[in-house]
Each structure stands twice: as C-alpha cells, then as structure tokens.
C-alpha cells in the first residue's frame, strides 16, 4: 500500500518497513492514508474549486477529469500550504507541470510530484521503470528503510538546493535537477554562476529576489510535515559508520556502499571492528560500532543521547535530520582536531537533495554550538581568535580558584565560548597536582605523568593537537623477590586470579548492602581470604603470600590509601560508568607541557592564595589573603579536597549541609615518588627492555615500599628509575630525611640486584605531597560508610553562583588528570547553559 507515512530512518534500525512488491498498483482505486484520514478516491469527494467553478461527483477514469473544468488539485497532505502545487519531476511527457493531476505526492510543502511522473517510474512498461528498479536494488541491498517511489524521488531526483557564499548576499537557490552538488561547489557558488547547466539567476544575479518557498523552511512547522527524514551523501561519518546501515546513521543507501556484507550487519556478530581510517589517531574512536558498549566518550551513531534529547526534543519522534548532522561534525572535528571547526565548514558537507538541505544547514549551528558547549568538538588546547558560542551563552565575568588541570581546562573552555576569565593560583607555578621535574635529564612526573586507557582520552586529543607522541606501557612486569631470584610467571598469574577471584566475591557481598552496612575493604579483603582458605582446604606457601601481598599494595596504589579507610562497598564505584579503554601510556615529556598550552593567552595571577568567597551578593566577592578582592558573576573552586575538608576558604554563606558531608565522607588519598638517576643502567640484562618490574615485599610489614620500579626511558640512554610509596609505607617515610629514604630504596634495588654490582645513584628526588600546602594530598578515594554519590554532591553548583570542578567531583573518572580536566570542561558547559 502507497502510503504518506515516511519510512523510518529509526535509530535502532530495529524494525525494516514493509517492502512493496512491484505487482502492487497504486492507482487510483488504491485506499490511501493522509495525515491519520483514510480516502478513498473512488467516493465521492467534495474539493473547493475555485471561484465559477461547480462542485461535482469524480468520475471514474482520469481521461473524465482531464476533460473537466477542473484545472488544479490541491495537495492531500493535511496542512500542506500548497495551494498550487508543482511537479518538480517533470520526467513524464504527460507531467502536470503546475495543472491538474489525479494526485499531488507529498514531499514537503513546497515539493511534490505528480502522478503522471509517479507512473513513468513505477509502472514496468514506462520508460522510468529501469531507472527506479536499479536505484531499488542498491537501497535494499545497503539500506534498511522502504525503497519506496518518494524515497527514490527525494534521493534521485530533486534538486539540489545551495546558498551564495557572497556575505552580502546568502541567498539560496535551486539548482537544475541534472547539477549534482559537491562540497567545492557550495563552497564557490555565487548567484548566476554560470558552468555546466547550472542556471542562470538573471542580470542582476544576487538582487534577484530568493525563491518564497526558502522562506518556510525556517518556521517550525514546516520540519513536521516532511514526508522523508534527510539522508545525506558523501559524509565524513562513512568511512566510521560502514559497519551501520545507512539509514539508520542518516546517511542515504544509495550515496554510502558498505564494505561490510548485508550477513555480517544482520548477524549478530560478537566482536565490533574499528574501522582503519588513514591519517585518523588510532585513538579516535568516537563512535560505537555495533554491539559495542563499555566506552567512555562515546556516542551511539543510530541514537539520541539523554542530553541531546533534552536539548533537541524536537527529533525525539524522528531523529534522522539529528544523527545526520551530529555524526558528520564528531566526524569532521576528529578527522581535523588542530583548527576550529565551524557551521560553514560542516555546511559544506551536507549533500542532500531538495528544500531540507537549507533546514539542515541552518539546524547545523544549534547542533554544532550544542556539541561546542558540552567539551565533544572545538576543545582541548585549541586556541580561538572569535568567541565559539553566540552571546547568550557567556557569562559576564568568571573567576576561577586554582590553576590545576581542572581550572585550566575551565578557564580555556570558558576563554574560548568568549568569557572573561580571571584565574588565581595560590602557588608559584601553575599546574597544582601536576608538577614535572627535568633534574635528572629526563621529564619525571612528581605527580601524575601516566594516561590509564587513551582511546577517546582528552589527554591523547591534546597530545594530537600539540604533536606529542605518547609512550605505550608495555604489559610484561617481571616481579622479583628480595635475594635477587625472578617469581615464576605461573604462580603470579595465579595469585593474580586469586586476587581477582577475592575482589569478585567482596562485589558480590556488597550488592544487598546499605551504606551503613559498609566495612574497610582491608577487613573485607582478609575476611573472604580467610574463609576460602578454609573452605579450599588450600595453602598458599610462602611466596604465595608475598606476592598475594605484591597485589594488595597495587590496589593501595590504586586506591592511594591503606584499605583499613577504603570502603568495601564503594572502593571501585567508577567502574559502574563507561571507562577509557585501549593503551595505558607514559608521557615522556610530561603532563605540564599540555597544561603550560592549555593557559596559553589565560589571564593567570600566582601566589594568590584566596581565603573567602561571599556569595551573599549579586556578585560574588573573591578575597585572597593578601587582601586583593576581585568580584565576578560565577566563582569557580577547583582547590584539593584537602582544603575543603579544612575550611581554608570561608564561604559566605556556609555551604550547604548536604555539600559539607559529602565533602567528609571521601578520603584524601596519599602517594609519594621516588627518582634516581644512576651512571648507567645497570638493569638492562634482567629487565630487557619492559617498562617496569615489580618487588615482591618480603613481608606485609613492607608492603608499599617501593612495589615497582618505572624505567623512564627504556628504549633510550638515559638511567632513570621512578618508584611508588603507598599504603602505610607513605607514613612511615613522612618523617625520615630524603637520603634516609633514598638508603631504604638503595638496599631493595640491591637486593633485586644481588648477582651485580648496584651503583649510587648520581641524583635523585623524593616527592612530599603530605606537606605540601596548597594539595595536602595526591587523589580522593570513598572512605569505609561513604559512596560515590559524593562525587556528583561536590560537583553541584550553589545558588547559580559558585561551582566545583577537580578530580574529587568527577564520579565517573576520579584520581585522574582526565577525570580533572573533564570537570573542568563539564563546569564551563554548565555556566554557558546558565
């Protein structure tokens, strides 16, 4: 049955619409459905000729009609606002042209063709028929809507409509059916253009008046009565989306061959490929393929997002015109990350034929500033000479308190939407947690310097744009024990599974458990040991145990904690979100060169530690303690939870109670460094090559001293080893003097070394983040009764006017740079929104 219903572009692709077989006649005796009415054109029917004319019965042949005073027909569909409708086909000798024909076909108002031109397509003895037959087998062989006679017309046969790229000018005009538009055209064209057959738009050529027809397409009701979503040719989505049908990913069948086999997209195939795009960073990975889940910052390429839903609700019902658009500028921005990507680059590249390509370009810039606002495209360290957002979306002036991953990320988005932005830094230098050092003759980390998971990482967008290439951590981590003998790989690879298998039961035993209900990991962890032990009739031996506890100082590492304070229930509350995936790199030139590009042009005031913040106000007032105020619409606070949790800002009024108690129930994570620079590197027969190697602790006592040793340039000459101090290790050095410590961490490398010769090391350097003023702390973790909801009670603004970004409000990725920074980005989207 010929139906006005559009075939879905439905974006799960779930369901195929009915195919017509072609012995179906959609003649005039055929039931139609119009807007929810159904017609039949054999009853009678009452239209509303015009003036002098007769209402009479419709009789029964077309022959009748064309010979009735009846010159015109309106358009069926309900609404439509064509009273005299035109056949933009004109493909049949007998085409209506603007007369009258037995039935209008709706495109959309302003778009239909006659069924004179329906015939000379879909009846088998015209001279058309071939034509839509051979478009059919290719739909249907890529595709999966309805190959139907309107999807051929609006895909094959309107006209290309393309605006002048004169400034002064921008009107829109058609194109002749025969010109095939391609992005160097729309990105040259000029009214009376004059190549090929494009038409000629007169003498006067952009003072001709534009077609009244462009001037609908802007009203909202005009999108609600297209009969067909958009399906666009030739985007820069295709080469991500082949494994997706088409039409489900607003690309049309007939423009987009799949590479992949009709069996393959149908099958339910259990391993999701990425597509190898050349030049494309292989960690760019925007998109889902199918079957896919699991990834963070990544988008469903067939659906809408919460967020998206939200702010473009219009296309919940079809969201075709949507993922058309969005999929091609995730597309463009990750294919070119080094340049603002713009509305008119990405309207270049919507090939789609008839009067929706001028609504598509101009939906191009609510989509493109939506994705702007949210941190998606046009972020990073990019660096903008024109604000990237319109001026509704900028606040006045903001200030931002401490000049950290997260602040900076802040401060650049909100620079680059067109805010003024102040930024305050309490210390000397800017990067707060992040601080390398260059002593030793190679970039060390004092804090973070490792990216866990780059696939779709900020860091690795960054490192892109600047030119920084990454060094991917090698898996092999040779554990040896103190005498210098390396541990069977069999036995660490089963204590390891028994570690696991501890940590699966502690997840199962906390599925039905309260808050209140909660109890320190540590007790946890010993506790299900204890009882497997026991149960098993097993015994570990001796090595067994070491490295049993080689394991638990890594999750301490993790943690940044001893687990006597880490909550059982809510220690890895992350993982319940989407999480980076792919390589664990280092950086060797460090984390600062990022964040020095990202302050690039920021207006950054050091040694400017604040100590009040009233927001009583309609401004708020920043005081420091030196006494200089500052006042701004919005405040943002990125400082450590360290100095929430001890008050060293004065909030005028107090903040909230819900926000003071989640503020308390995370515990501030500690975690030292040790560099030693040697004269040569006296590791390279045992180590070969790996990026690291572990030491089994001779006893729990030990455990966190000095677990793994980092080479921080295996491949090169330089001899420069980097090791962790964690758990109840980090208190017991706190005191000792730096030489004492790097002594305890000279006779472990002897000990792993016994069989040579260890020299001293020439330099060296020994972090101290527990003293350190402005941080106090490395990283935030949930303390025993707490839960990750803290996280999302921190990031929550107050009142409008202050705002919280930094690694402890970010839920879904804490402890990290990445997570810091993103909140960061996430703070700048929600003041714009504001």
Same mark, same amino acid.
């Given at each position: 049955?010929?139906?006005?219903?559009?075939?879905?572009?439905?974006a799960?692709?779930?369901?195929?619409?009915?195919?017509?077989?072609?012995g179906?006649?959609?003649g005039d005796?055929?039931?139609?459905r119009?807007?929810?009415?159904q017609?039949?054109?054999?009853?009678?029917?009452?239209?509303?000729?015009?003036?002098?004319?007769?209402?009479?019965?419709?009789?029964?042949?077309?022959?009748?009609?064309?010979?009735?005073?009846?010159?015109?027909?309106?358009?069926?569909?309900?609404?439509?606002s064509?009273?005299?409708?035109v056949?933009?086909?004109?493909?049949?000798?007998?085409?209506?042209?603007?007369g009258y024909t037995?039935?209008?076909?709706?495109?959309?108002?302003?778009?239909?063709?006659?069924?004179?031109?329906?015939?000379h397509?879909?009846?088998?003895?015209?001279d058309?028929?071939e034509?839509?037959?051979?478009?059919?087998?290719?739909?249907?062989?890529?595709?999966?809507?309805?190959?139907?006679?309107?999807?051929f017309?609006?895909?094959q046969?309107?006209?290309?409509?393309?605006?002048?790229?004169?400034?002064?000018?921008?009107?829109?005009? +058609?194109?002749?059916?025969?010109?095939?538009?391609t992005?160097?055209?729309?990105a040259?064209?000029?009214?009376?253009?004059?190549?090929?057959?494009?038409k000629?738009?007169?003498?006067d050529?952009?003072s001709?008046?534009?077609?009244?027809?462009v001037?609908e %397409?802007?009203?909202?009701?005009?999108? *609600?009565?297209?009969?067909?979503?958009?399906?666009f040719?030739e985007?820069?989505?295709?080469?991500?989306?082949?494994?997706?049908?088409?039409?489900c990913?607003?690309?049309s069948p007939?423009?987009?061959?799949?590479?992949?086999?009709?069996?393959?997209?149908?099958?339910d195939?259990?391993?999701?490929?990425?597509?190898?795009?050349?030049?494309?960073?292989?960690?760019?990975?925007?998109?889902?393929?199918?079957n896919?889940?699991?990834?963070?910052?990544?988008?469903r390429?067939?659906?809408?997002?919460?967020?998206e839903?939200?702010?473009?609700?219009?296309?919940?019902?079809?969201p075709?015109?949507?993922?058309?658009?969005?999929?091609?500028?995730?597309?463009s921005w990750?294919?070119?990350?080094?340049?603002m990507l713009?509305?008119?680059?990405?309207?270049l590249?919507?090939?789609?034929?008839g009067?929706?390509?001028?609504?598509?370009?101009?939906?191009?810039d609510?989509?493109?500033?939506?994705?702007?606002r949210?941190?998606?495209?046009?972020?990073?360290?990019?660096?903008v000479?024109?604000?990237?957002?319109?001026?509704?979306?900028?606040?006045?002036?903001?200030?931002v308190?401490?000049?950290?991953?997260s602040?900076?990320?802040a401060?650049?988005?909100l620079?680059?939407?067109g805010?003024q %932005? #102040?930024?305050l830094?309490?210390r000397?230098?800017?990067?707060?947690?992040v601080?390398?050092d260059?002593?030793?003759?190679?970039?060390?980390?004092?804090?973070?310097?490792?990216?866990?998971?780059?696939?779709?990482?900020?860091?690795?967008?960054?490192?892109?744009?600047?030119?920084?290439?990454?060094?991917?951590?090698?898996?092999?981590?040779?554990?040896?024990?103190?005498?210098?003998?390396?541990?069977?790989?069999?036995?660490?690879?089963?204590?390891?599974?028994?570690?696991?298998?501890?940590?699966?039961?502690?997840s199962?035993?906390?599925?039905?458990?309260?808050q209140?209900?909660?109890?320190?990991?540590?007790?946890k962890?010993?506790?299900?040991?204890?009882?497997f032990?026991?149960e098993s009739?097993?015994q570990?031996s001796?090595?067994?145990?070491?490295?049993?506890?080689?394991?638990?100082?890594?999750?301490?590492?993790?943690?940044?904690?001893?687990?006597?304070?880490?909550?059982?229930?809510?220690?890895?509350?992350n993982?319940?979100?989407?999480?980076?995936?792919?390589?664990?790199?280092?950086?060797?030139?460090?984390?600062?060169?990022l964040?020095?590009?990202?302050?690039?042009?920021l207006? #950054?005031?050091t040694?400017?530690?604040?100590?009040?913040?009233?927001?009583?106000?309609?401004?708020v007032?920043?005081?420091?303690?030196?006494?200089?105020?500052?006042?701004?619409?919005?405040?943002?606070?990125?400082v450590?939870?360290?100095?929430?949790?001890?008050? *060293?800002?004065?909030?005028?009024?107090?903040?909230?109670?819900?926000?003071?108690k989640?503020?308390?129930?995370?515990g #501030?994570?500690?975690?030292?460094?040790?560099?030693?620079?040697?004269?040569?590197?006296?590791?390279?027969?045992?180590?070969?090559?790996?990026?690291?190697?572990?030491?089994?602790?001779?006893?729990?006592?030990k455990?966190?001293?000095? *677990?793994?040793?980092?080479?921080m340039?295996?491949?090169?000459?330089?001899?420069?080893?980097?090791?962790?101090?964690?758990?109840?290790a980090v208190?017991? %050095?706190?005191?000792?003097?730096?030489?004492e410590?790097v002594?305890?961490?000279?006779?472990v490398?002897?000990?792993?070394?016994k069989?040579?010769e260890?020299?001293?090391?020439?330099?060296?350097?020994i972090?101290?983040w527990?003293?350190?003023?402005?941080? +106090?702390?490395?990283? *935030?973790?949930?303390?025993?009764g707490?839960?990750g909801?803290?996280?999302?009670i921190?990031?929550?603004? #107050?009142?409008?006017?202050?705002?919280?970004a930094?690694?402890?409000?970010?839920?879904?990725?804490?402890?990290?740079?990445?997570?810091?920074?993103?909140?960061?980005?996430?703070?700048?989207?929600k003041?714009?929104?504001?």
């Amino acid at each position: 049955m010929l139906s006005d219903a559009d075939y879905s572009g439905n974006a799960s692709g779930a369901r195929r619409a009915r195919k017509r077989s072609s012995g179906e006649s959609p003649g005039d005796g055929q039931t139609l459905r119009s807007s929810g009415r159904q017609i039949n054109v054999r009853v009678k029917r009452t239209n509303n000729p015009p003036p002098g004319q007769s209402k009479r019965k419709a009789t029964d042949t077309e022959e009748e009609d064309d010979q009735s005073e009846k010159k015109y027909r309106k358009c069926e569909k309900a609404g439509c606002s064509a009273t005299y409708p035109v056949c933009f086909a004109s493909a049949s000798e007998r085409c209506a042209k603007n007369g009258y024909t037995s039935r209008w076909y709706h495109l959309s108002c302003g778009e239909h063709f006659c069924n004179e031109c329906f015939d000379h397509y879909y009846r088998s003895h015209k001279d058309g028929y071939e034509i839509f037959a051979s478009w059919k087998k290719v739909w249907t062989s890529n595709g999966k809507s309805e190959p139907s006679l309107k999807a051929f017309m609006a895909d094959q046969q309107l006209p290309f409509w393309v605006q002048c790229t004169k400034p002064d000018c921008r009107k829109w005009r +058609q194109l002749t059916k025969e010109i095939q538009l391609t992005a160097s055209l729309a990105a040259t064209y000029r009214c009376g253009m004059k190549f090929n057959n494009i038409k000629t738009e007169g003498p006067d050529q952009c003072s001709q008046p534009e077609d009244l027809r462009v001037a609908e %397409v802007t009203d909202s009701w005009w999108h *609600s009565m297209l009969i067909l979503p958009p399906l666009f040719k030739e985007s820069p989505a295709s080469p991500f989306l082949s494994a997706y049908y088409p039409d489900c990913v607003g690309m049309s069948p007939s423009g987009s061959p799949s590479n992949v086999s009709l069996s393959e997209l149908r099958g339910d195939h259990c391993r999701a490929v990425q597509p190898q795009i050349p030049g494309l960073c292989p960690y760019f990975q925007p998109f889902y393929q199918p079957n896919e889940c699991g990834k963070a910052l990544c988008v469903r390429p067939d659906m809408m997002e919460l967020d998206e839903l939200y702010e473009f609700p219009e296309f919940s019902r079809d969201p075709t015109m949507y993922l058309a658009l969005r999929n091609l500028i995730l597309a463009s921005w990750h294919k070119n990350c080094k340049e603002m990507l713009t509305s008119q680059k990405c309207a270049l590249h919507i090939i789609v034929r008839g009067l929706v390509r001028v609504r598509c370009v101009q939906e191009m810039d609510r989509v493109l500033n939506f994705m702007t606002r949210k941190g998606l495209i046009n972020t990073g360290v990019l660096s903008v000479k024109q604000p990237l957002l319109p001026e509704r979306y900028r606040s006045k002036n903001v200030i931002v308190i401490g000049a950290g991953a997260s602040g900076l990320a802040a401060a650049r988005q909100l620079q680059n939407f067109g805010t003024q %932005v #102040v930024l305050l830094e309490a210390r000397e230098r800017i990067g707060g947690r992040v601080w390398d050092d260059t002593s030793l003759g190679v970039t060390v980390g004092r804090g973070a310097q490792i990216v866990n998971g780059c696939v779709n990482n900020p860091i690795a967008l960054m490192c892109e744009q600047i030119g920084i290439k990454m060094h991917k951590l090698g898996e092999r981590c040779d554990l040896f024990q103190e005498g210098g003998q390396a541990t069977d790989p069999s036995i660490d690879k089963r204590m390891d599974f028994h570690f696991n298998a501890i940590l699966d039961v502690v997840s199962e035993w906390r599925k039905d458990k309260s808050q209140n209900q909660d109890t320190p990991l540590g007790e946890k962890v010993q506790e299900v040991k204890k009882n497997f032990l026991q149960e098993s009739g097993i015994q570990f031996s001796e090595l067994e145990e070491k490295v049993l506890q080689f394991h638990l100082s890594n999750l301490e590492y993790a943690c940044g904690s001893t687990l006597d304070q880490v909550s059982a229930r809510s220690w890895d509350h992350n993982e319940f979100f989407a999480q980076f995936s792919g390589d664990h790199t280092l950086l060797t030139k460090g984390y600062s060169v990022l964040l020095h590009k990202l302050a690039e042009g920021l207006d #950054v005031r050091t040694k400017c530690p604040v100590q009040a913040i009233d927001y009583s106000g309609d401004v708020v007032k920043v005081t420091s303690s030196n006494g200089s105020q500052w006042t701004a619409q919005k405040v943002l606070v990125t400082v450590p939870l360290t100095l929430l949790q001890k008050n *060293s800002i004065q909030f005028n009024p107090p903040l909230p109670e819900r926000k003071l108690k989640a503020i308390h129930s995370l515990g #501030v994570g500690i975690i030292e460094k040790i560099a030693l620079q040697f004269p040569y590197r006296f590791w390279d027969n045992k180590i070969q090559g790996a990026d690291y190697f572990g030491h089994i602790p001779p006893g729990p006592d030990k455990r966190g001293m000095f *677990s793994v040793f980092y080479d921080m340039e295996p491949q090169g000459k330089q001899a420069v080893l980097m090791s962790v101090i964690t758990g109840d290790a980090v208190p017991a %050095v706190r005191d000792m003097e730096d030489k004492e410590v790097v002594d305890e961490c000279m006779k472990v490398l002897r000990e792993l070394f016994k069989e040579q010769e260890v020299p001293e090391p020439l330099h060296f350097f020994i972090t101290h983040w527990s003293k350190d003023t402005w941080s +106090q702390m490395s990283y *935030s973790f949930v303390k025993t009764g707490g839960s990750g909801e803290a996280y999302d009670i921190l990031a929550e603004d #107050v009142q409008g006017k202050v705002f919280f970004a930094g690694e402890a409000t970010n839920r879904h990725f804490p402890q990290t740079v990445t997570g810091a920074y993103l909140s960061g980005v996430r703070e700048a989207s929600k003041m714009a929104a504001m």
